[in-house]
């Protein structure tokens, strides 16, 4: 991770859960960190914490609604002007709404899809533009996928979500092939953890006590620290090493 240190990073979705983490860690490791969310108080006082520990890196939070392109580009517009741009790009937002295919709120499939695929997809082609204007040739944009990604689970409330999420599988190989077709050397990841304990899954069957009560008692689920370990170790990969998709599985998940 030495070589990123120093350099600029971009993770969204950074208030909290495994988006907090990332910031954190990588602003400890010596990256200044663009944090965005929607609700960035929270990250100030993250980014507050970062100083008193004395972290190497820093961390800037940005307050940026995905589902708003103008304030998506009115925000790499500030990292440009304060900070030359960005040289990675994590891609962690990410929502669910429990809607099913046969009975769903158009609305709610609406807003999964302006988060989890067109802002992703924002994201991505600004912070490539980013990169190519100022001739940076190792980049890396990450998506923090899912493994319902890969995986359709018969729960018929995660089913456009899911689809959301294997668009992501298929929107981080598009990008793999397309930057080869560019001749750069900027890597693109997917990582796709199980179950993760945050507040993900609890939002996602807030208006369902019975299923909200039990959803981590089933097995140990992931922690947020497991995905950023992986992260930080396919950032610390050789310039010559391309990790394309990760899969990160409790190790009790069942399909």
Not at 3 to 8: D, E, L
Not at 10 to 23: D, E, K, P, Q
Not at 222 to 231: P, S
Not at 238 to 250: F, K, N, R, S, Y
Request: glycine letters at 8%; hydrophobic letters at 40%.
């Amino acid at each position: 991770m030495e070589r990123w240190r120093g350099r600029v990073a971009l993770v969204t979705g950074a208030s909290v859960g495994i988006g907090a983490a990332l910031a954190v860690e990588l602003a400890q490791l010596g990256m200044k960190v663009m944090g965005c969310a929607r609700d960035v108080e929270k990250i100030q006082k993250l980014a507050a914490e970062c100083q008193s520990a004395g972290h190497s890196g820093v961390l800037v939070p940005f307050k940026c609604d995905l589902t708003n392109e103008e304030e998506i580009l009115s925000m790499f517009a500030a990292i440009k002007q304060q900070h030359r741009g960005v040289d990675v790009c994590i891609n962690n937002a990410g929502l669910a709404h429990p809607e099913p295919l046969l009975s769903g709120k158009t609305s709610s499939w609406k807003n999964m899809m302006d988060v989890n695929v067109f802002g992703l997809s924002i994201c991505t082609r600004e912070a490539y533009q980013s990169m190519k204007e100022r001739h940076v040739d190792d980049g890396h944009i990450i998506n923090i996928n899912s493994v319902c990604g890969h995986h359709v689970i018969p729960h018929g409330e995660v089913h456009f979500y899911a689809a959301t999420k294997f668009a992501v599988t298929a929107l981080t190989e598009g990008l793999r092939q397309e930057l080869r077709a560019e001749n750069t050397h900027i890597r693109a990841t997917s990582i796709s953890p199980s179950l993760v304990k945050t507040e993900f899954p609890l939002r996602l069957y807030s208006n369902n006590p019975d299923i909200k009560a039990r959803v981590f008692s089933a097995y140990k689920p992931l922690e947020a620290k497991d995905v950023v370990n992986v992260v930080i170790y396919v950032l610390g990969a050789p310039p010559h090493v391309q990790i394309g998709e990760v899969q990160v599985l409790a190790t009790e998940q069942k399909f």
